[in-house]
């Protein structure tokens, strides 16, 4: 059966929170990060009784934040200036910041997708931050605090293309995504008449897109803002319904309220500091997104 009805409603909910505005200028993905920095302080004599995460933290010294970073503009790692840049990456750093840490006293490590629940389970990581979806079967094992992005299945498309405003509107033509993902799987279930492309990574993808031998790219709306704001003169993310919704959280360990209670506290009264690290990361991509509420369970 196609997703007809599905549609209509988290296209209502797209409409209301994603809207089209005009392309910024200068080059995406700061690694400096200027204007999201002067956005937050480091919080000094912080005390979170009854947090053993935070505890850890302040024994160790330092904070063990679990990221991506091959997402460009999300999660990302420059491998010749060795700097982490990103939306995700700069909402990490801001919660370190909160707790009373600066940069120097942050240790980033890559965590793939399929090991997140785990690391933090084990206590490899403090908390992680990297287009983590907020699910019912994940919250079985952590907690999460958030959400602070809720994104769902999108489009990219080349700039001197449509604005697609329904997948029905890419009747014969090629929808590129990674090998075996969700999104592709929805395309073939849901939109036969769609062809398909695969690749194992969404970057190339994004280069058969650039170079005109497909004709859209779909996954995590987030993810496609990102790229679009790496090519804002070649790339743009359509402002049709999405196909599905994801709310990106704080993964934490399971039981630590008191952690979970200070970040979700900090994201509902930063909202001057969220917008600053969305605009300096994706405000490029010419989407502008709204801040969502807390789900203070």
Known sequence: MRMKKALVVIGALAAATLTLSACNSGSPGKTDAPAAEKAWKVAENVS???????DKMKERGKVVVGVKEDQPNLGYLDNTTKKRSGFDIDIARWIAADLGFDEDKIDFRPIASANREQAIV???????????????KRKQEIDFAGPYFITGQGLLVRTDEKDFQSID????????????????????????KV??????????CVENLVNGQVDAVTTDQAILIGYAAQQPDKLKVTTGPLFSEEKYGVGLPKGDDVLRKHINDMFTNGGDTWKAIFKNNLGESGITVDQPAVDAY
């Open 48 to 54: 979170l009784d009854g947090s053993p995460t935070f």
């Open 122 to 136: 084990n206590g490899d990581i403090d908390y992680y931050v990297g287009t983590y979806s907020i699910n019912d």
């Open 169 to 192: 509107e890419l009747e014969g033509k090629t929808v590129c995504s990674a090998t075996g993902s969700t999104p592709i799987q929805n395309i073939k279930a849901n939109y036969p």
């Open 195 to 204: 062809k398909t492309q695969e690749f194992d990574l969404y970057s190339a």
